[in-house]
């Protein structure tokens, strides 16, 4: 399983389990990130990312991606998921975690830049927009390059989700 690891900086433990994820530790492991000495070293902020299409099987990220974009820029948030599909094989997954909107440490954090709340995972989903019409939810299937589906999210002082391709 070719696996992604980004904004991991020295540790490379393997946080979430899943059945589409079951492997207790990385195998083919490539590690991404701004500082230190990742195998790749980038800025998550600059898209495209430095990978062919379907490269991997998995992407964890972990307390990373409140570090990038702003609170409130949908084009980059669908930009940057757009990025993960496309460099994720056909049923890939994408793992995460991020702190929960309420915990201190989503805007203690002098480097934090956004919040992920469950809710923003909705807008990536097709099932989503069928309420349009119905609810005073916004469109923005035209930033969508690639639809998911939210497979989970616990929360609690950090939220961890599993999306799949």
């Given at each position: 399983m070719s696996t992604l690891l980004i904004g991991a900086g020295n540790s490379i433990?393997?946080?979430?389990?899943?059945?589409l994820t079951p492997a207790k530790e990385f195998d083919d492991l490539i590690t991404l990130d701004i500082?230190?000495?990742p195998d790749i070293l980038w800025d998550l902020n600059n898209m495209p990312y430095p990978f062919k299409d379907e490269s991997f099987d998995e992407i964890h990220a972990y307390?990373?991606?409140e570090h990038c974009g702003i609170q409130g820029d949908e084009k980059f948030f669908f930009d940057q998921f757009n990025e993960f599909h496309r460099i994720l094989k056909p049923g890939g997954v994408l793992c995460g975690s991020v702190p929960h909107h309420t915990s201190i440490w989503a805007w203690?954090?002098?480097g934090h830049k956004r919040v992920l709340p469950e809710a923003?995972?909705?807008?990536?989903?097709?099932?989503?927009?069928?309420q349009l019409g119905?609810?005073?939810?916004?469109?923005?299937?035209?930033l969508i390059k690639g639809y998911w589906k939210l497979i989970g999210i616990q929360?609690?002082?950090?939220?961890?989700?599993?999306l799949q391709k």
């Open positions: 433990t393997k946080k979430i389990f899943h059945e500082t230190g000495m307390e990373v991606l203690g954090d002098p923003s995972f909705h807008f990536l989903q097709k099932e989503h927009y069928d119905n609810t005073s939810c916004a469109d923005y299937r035209h929360e609690g002082e950090v939220n961890f989700f599993l």
